[in-house]
C-alpha cells in the first residue's frame, strides 16, 4: 500500500462468497471461508486503482475458471477476473504442507513440528505474493492483506 493509503476508507468492509459458482464445502471447509473472511474484513489495507475511496464491498466468485473479484465502494465498481492457474502449484503445496503440519501437531517434536511450520509460513507468503502480483495495477493491498485474501483463496480452493 502507498503512503496515501487513507485506512479510514482504503479497507474492505465486507467479503461475500457466490456459492452458486463455488464448489461444494464440507463443514469443515465452510468454517474455515467463514474465518478467513471474517480475518480479512477485520483488518485489511485494500484500494481498487482508480477508486477515490471506501470502504468497499467484494464479492468473490468462479466464473470460466477465474476467481472474480466484483469490488464495489460509495464511486467505484468494478470486477477483475484472476486466473488461478499460475496459483495452482503454491495452492496445492500449501494445502498439502498444512496437512503435515497438522498431522506433525499431533506427535512430531517440536523441532519437527516448527521445520514443518516454516515451510507451511513460506509457502503462504510465496502464494500471498503471487495474489499480490497478479493483482497489481488492478488492487493495491499491503503485503498482511495479501496473506489474508491467500488464505481465503486457499479456503475457496480446498475441496
Do not use: W
Request: with cysteine; proline share 4%; charged share 30%.
Amino acid at each position: 500500500m502507498t503512503d496515501s493509503a487513507r485506512p479510514d476508507t482504503d479497507r474492505l468492509a465486507s467479503v461475500d462468497l457466490d456459492a452458486a459458482t463455488l464448489p461444494a464445502a464440507t463443514a469443515e471447509i465452510e468454517h474455515e471461508r467463514r474465518v478467513a473472511i471474517f480475518d480479512l474484513v477485520e483488518k485489511n489495507a485494500f484500494r481498487p486503482e482508480g477508486a477515490s475511496g471506501g470502504p468497499y464491498a467484494l464479492k468473490l466468485s468462479l466464473q470460466d475458471s477465474r476467481l472474480v473479484f466484483d469490488i464495489s465502494g460509495p464511486d467505484y465498481a468494478r470486477a477483475h477476473g484472476l486466473s488461478l492457474t499460475p496459483l495452482k502449484t503454491v495452492l496445492r503445496d500449501y494445502i498439502l504442507i498444512c496437512e503435515s503440519y497438522y498431522e506433525a501437531l499431533r506427535g512430531s517434536s517440536p523441532s519437527q513440528i516448527e521445520a514443518v511450520d516454516m515451510g507451511r509460513r513460506g509457502l503462504h507468503n510465496e502464494g500471498a505474493e503471487i495474489l499480490k502480483a497478479r493483482l497489481e495495477g488492478k488492487i493495491d493491498m499491503d503485503q498482511e492483506t495479501a496473506r489474508r485474501l491467500f488464505t481465503l483463496v486457499c479456503a475457496l480452493y480446498r475441496r
